[in-house]
């Protein structure tokens, strides 16, 4: 069974860098056939798709984040990271990753971690 | 961008059958994915590829596309269905997810 869990700081100030670990158990980060996703979601408003990426290095970012997103595999810790650039209160929201052997359907999240942005 | 409508919010009586519906342009020569989220929890899937289920979840959640519209339909429906319904594709145009922005189903 396939388990996630963020961690990183809860509170971020504005204009500073967001950083988020996912740590994995029950499937390898490195391996080619799964994919890493992160999502956040703003209080009481719905679902935003991140950013994906797949065991062999290729990367999908959601378009209105890509100059501030960044995505990695940390192989050797089993997990992967997702780093926001030039915070601003709009990226408050619980930051969620999720993986698995699909990159289109998201079969196992992680608990969740909630993100302020605020000075 | 790829644009997922979803009704924000429905409601049913207990035991009777949810409807939850997703339209989106060319929808049917997509795959669509569900997800059930309750209050603080993280989402779940309950239907991927349409109309498939994951392992553990019930027969009464099932899934069906047609034309612009995908529809999740949940029957005998339980106190323990009330939630936050999220409809999903992959946009291979744009190499994006997209989530529709969810239905808040009551269960009278």
């Known amino acids: 069974q396939v388990q996630l869990q963020e961690s990183g700081p809860g509170l971020v100030k504005p204009s500073e860098t967001l950083s988020l670990t996912c740590t994995v158990s029950g499937a390898s980060i490195g391996s080619g056939s799964n994919y890493w996703t992160w999502i956040r979601q703003p209080a009481g408003r719905g679902l935003e798709w991140i950013g994906r990426?797949?065991?062999?290095?290729?990367?999908y970012y959601n378009s209105s984040l890509r100059s501030r997103v960044f995505m990695s595999l940390e192989k050797s810790k089993n997990q992967f990271s997702l780093r926001l650039e030039s915070v601003t209160a709009e990226d408050t929201a619980v930051y969620f990753c999720?993986?698995?052997?699909?990159?289109?359907?998201?079969?196992?999240w992680g608990q969740g971690i909630l993100v302020t942005v605020s000075s | 961008s790829y644009v997922l409508t979803q009704p924000p919010s429905a409601s049913v009586a207990a035991g009777q059958t949810a409807t939850i519906t997703c339209g989106g342009d060319?929808?049917?020569?997509?795959?669509v994915h569900w997800y059930q989220q309750k209050p603080g929890q993280a989402p779940l899937l309950v239907i991927y590829?349409?109309?498939d289920r994951p392992s553990g979840i019930p027969e009464r959640f099932s899934g069906s596309t047609s034309g612009n519209t995908a529809t999740l339909t949940i029957n005998k429906v339980e106190a323990g269905d009330e939630a936050d319904y999220y409809c999903q594709v992959w946009d291979s145009d744009s190499d994006h997810a997209i989530f529709g922005g969810g239905t808040n189903l009551t269960v009278l």
């Open positions: 060319k929808l049917g020569s997509k795959s």
């Open positions: 590829y349409d109309r």
């Open positions: 999720a993986g698995g052997p699909s990159g289109v359907a998201l079969l196992n």
């Open positions: 990426k797949y065991g062999g290095d290729i990367t």
